[in-house]
């Protein structure tokens, strides 16, 4: 009897032993794999096996448009990094066809500004839109105060469409607290320069190691950003001048982050200015036409960049910049097309909205505030003008 019993506890064991062994024990597949995942050493033993390592996915940037907007040179006309406490803002006369920022010269950090108001004669005021019947010469006189308004009111009466755009945006550019502004154009074209073929952030970031170049003590982030506004003068690390920049060798410029090329091009520029090539005073006085042939002459600086200098920076009215391919889409919207659908290929092999005859056609209507309508037809697709048709 305890024969027997014997037995049948032995079985037992002797099943449930063969149990805890299926359970851990790997399938006839699995052992496959994992041998054919190990090599024979030269001893014989199988080497243990390796984790593939996991495939890098890298994401690419997109590419930047052809021509960039407004939002790729928005270094051009930021404040210049010596700005003192801003005085109280002085009402100067204003001209659509000249320079209107307050510049001040790379060199002598002499301020170069129109006339203001109270010290021009009675009887040589100006206006820079035929008066009207009824009004006197110093009731319409164009002014940096009044300037913007002047302008909205022009671009509504061209094309009331016009009117929906100003109403939504308002252009601090040409309003009086933007034309108060200081701007460096040495600053402002190289920020032109270093702003090419790079992200706003990038660009930022370069310029901000570039002016640390040559500011002793100047952390990396010195210039980035704007002072506080409890901060006082010199709180923020000055743009170089010229001469500094052309006596730098271009390695030492190339450790901002700076490509070969865009060095020598600030470089370049830098020996314009040291020449007398390039003055402030020149930049304020000339007409457009010897602007953009006197800018376009330095290496670096193409016609769109020549432009949104002269619009941004140099504050003036009458700009248009018909190879901007934002305008050129904020036009085509603007006069009804569905640009979604819309791209017909232009000489070159460029993507064009529309053509540049279409395009001075309209634009010239709204003279001498091109600058002004341009910018609205950055922000056209923002706002529906559809109502107005």
Known sequence: MASRRSARLAAMAAMASDANIATVAPSAASRKRKAATQAPTANGALEAPSTPR??????????????????????????AHTQKPKPAAVTRLADPSRTNALLRSPKTS??????????????????????TAGTTPAAITTTTANILEEACAHLIKVDPRMKPLIDKHYCRMFSPEGLAEQIDPFEALCSSIISQQVS??????????????????????????????????????SF????????????????????????????????????????????????????????????????????????????????????????????????????????????????????????????????????????YMWRVEETDVSTME
């Open 240 to 375: 170089p001048r010229p001469e500094e920049v052309a006596a730098t060798p271009l390695d030492r410029l190339r450790t901002a982050g700076l490509s070969q090329r865009k060095a020598e091009y600030i470089q370049g520029l830098a020996a314009k200015f040291g020449t007398g090539e390039l003055t402030a005073q020149m930049l304020a006085d000339a007409p457009d036409d010897e602007l953009l042939a006197r800018l376009t002459a330095v290496r670096g600086l193409g016609r769109w960049s020549a432009e949104m200098f002269a619009c941004f920076a140099l504050k003036r009215m009458d700009v248009f910049s018909l190879g901007d391919l934002g305008v050129q889409r904020g036009m085509a919207a603007f006069v009804g097309r569905d640009v979604a659908k819309l791209k017909a290929k232009g000489a070159g092999g460029k993507w064009k909205y529309m053509s540049e005859r279409e395009m001075v056609e309209i634009s010239d209507r709204f003279r001498p505030f091109r600058s002004l309508f341009m910018w």
């Open 200 to 237: 706003g952030a990038a660009a930022k970031s370069i310029k901000a190691r570039f002016i640390a170049l040559f500011n002793s003590g100047s952390g990396p982030n010195a210039a980035d950003g704007p002072a506080d506004d409890n901060d006082g003068p010199g709180t923020r690390a």
């Open 110 to 131: 002499r301020i170069i500004a129109s006339t203001p108001l109270d010290a021009v004669s009675p009887s040589k005021l100006r206006t820079s839109v035929k008066p």
């Open 54 to 79: 996991r495939r890098r996915i890298v994401k690419l940037d997109a590419e930047d448009p052809p021509t960039p907007t407004p939002d790729a040179v928005s270094l051009i006309a930021e404040e």
